[in-house]
Each structure stands twice: as structure tokens, then as C-alpha cells.
């Protein structure tokens, strides 16, 4: 089956950290590019951060840049979006998203987490 499961979402204060995590199958990870998206309620979904699968190319919305940072562990399976110096404008639905491609995108995903909620208080 084709699963991909985010987790460390949660509440932090405005400035604060947090790590979120996505299992993948290696079905679906393997040699598959990667990414993070978000959605507030009332917003469309937007891309945050994408990974190629090698790990040596990435991608990041211009709102995040220096934040953020996306890397994975093809052993493991997992990709990971590290959130630093979080503001409250960043609370949101954060899901994780595989890509039949290599290659590090903002678009073409094709497979999705359920999502994991991250609410940064003010």
C-alpha cells in the first residue's frame, strides 16, 4: 500500500522549534522526490519545502527560506522538515507529499500524508 505518515506536528510558542517527521513505504520513497505542503483554514494549499531523492537538491517557499530546512534518510525512509524560529502565521495542516520524479519540485506529487497540525502561538 502506498503510506505516507507525518508526525512532531504540535503547539509551540512564536520563535520556537519544532521537527516534523514523514514515514514513507519504501515503495513509494524509493528513488521519488519529496516535499512539504501546508494549508490554513480558509487557504489553499501552498507548496513549503521539496527534496530531490538523492537529498542533494532542495527547494523552499521564499516564506520559509532560513527557517526552514528539509532533509531525508533514504535508509529510513524518511524525510524531515526542521522549523525554526516559527511564527504564528505558520500554523497550519503541514503534509507530506511524494513525487514520481527524482528531482527536487514544487509541483507533480502524487502521493499524500494525512497530515500533521502545527499550531504556533503568539
Known amino acids: 500500500q502506498v503510506q505516507l505518515v507525518e508526525s512532531g506536528g504540535g503547539l509551540v510558542q512564536a520563535g520556537g522549534s519544532l521537527r516534523l517527521s514523514c514515514a514513507a513505504h519504501?515503495?513509494?520513497?524509493?528513488?521519488?522526490?519529496m516535499g512539504w505542503f501546508r494549508q490554513a483554514p480558509g487557504k489553499e494549499r501552498e507548496f513549503v519545502a521539496g527534496?530531490?531523492?538523492?537529498?542533494?537538491?532542495?527547494l523552499y517557499a521564499d516564506f520559509v527560506k532560513g527557517r526552514f530546512t528539509v532533509s531525508r534518510d533514504n535508509a529510513l525512509n524518511t524525510v524531515y522538515l526542521q522549523m525554526n524560529s516559527l511564527k504564528p502565521e505558520d500554523t497550519a495542516v503541514y503534509y507530506c507529499?511524494?513525487?514520481?520524479?527524482?528531482?527536487?519540485?514544487?509541483?507533480?506529487?502524487?502521493?499524500w500524508g494525512p497530515g500533521t497540525q502545527v499550531t504556533v502561538s503568539s
Open positions: 507529499a511524494a513525487s514520481s520524479g527524482v528531482l527536487a519540485t514544487r509541483r507533480n506529487y502524487d502521493y
Open positions: 519504501k515503495r513509494t520513497n524509493s528513488r521519488s522526490a
Open positions: 527534496i530531490s531523492w538523492s537529498g542533494g537538491s532542495t
